[in-house]
Nanobody, 123 residues
Framework: EVQLVESGGGLVQPGGSLRLSCAAS????????MAWVRQAPGKGLEWVSS???????TSYADSVLGRFTISRDKTRMLYLQMNSLKLEDTAVYYC?????????????????WGQGTQVTVSS
């Protein structure tokens, strides 16, 4: 059974940092691209970042480029380092598994999702 469990969310002031983690199990982690997707209050899902199966290729939404960094390691963990957080980064952040090895911003390419972790940026 595929499981994706996010952690690391919380309340942070504007300009602060958080590191999200996603623990993956139930599939060959090294064979699939992964992504972070978020949903702000009252809005739809927004792709944030993706990483390929090997970890060498990453992509980011324009809204987070230069502030967020996606990474993965061989212990079946996916990470999102978030720096210079803004009020508009407030959202539930989801970890998602792709159906293939290459990263894509297309949400329908992701077949499994975690339960999400809340990130609130507020002064």
């Amino acid at each position: 059974e595929v499981q994706l469990v996010e952690s690391g969310g919380g309340l942070v002031q504007p300009g602060g940092s958080l590191r999200l983690s996603c623990a993956a199990s139930g599939f060959t982690f090294s064979s699939y691209a992964m992504a972070w997707v978020r949903q702000a209050p009252g809005k739809g899902l927004e792709w944030v970042s993706s990483i390929n199966s090997g970890g060498g290729t990453t992509s980011y939404a324009d809204s987070v480029l230069g502030r967020f960094t996606i990474s993965r390691d061989k212990t079946r963990m996916l990470y999102l380092q978030m720096n210079s957080l803004k009020l508009e980064d407030t959202a539930v952040y989801y970890c998602a598994k792709s159906g293939s090895y290459y990263p894509t911003p297309m949400l329908d390419e992701y077949d499994y999702w975690g339960q999400g972790t809340q990130v609130t940026v507020s002064s």
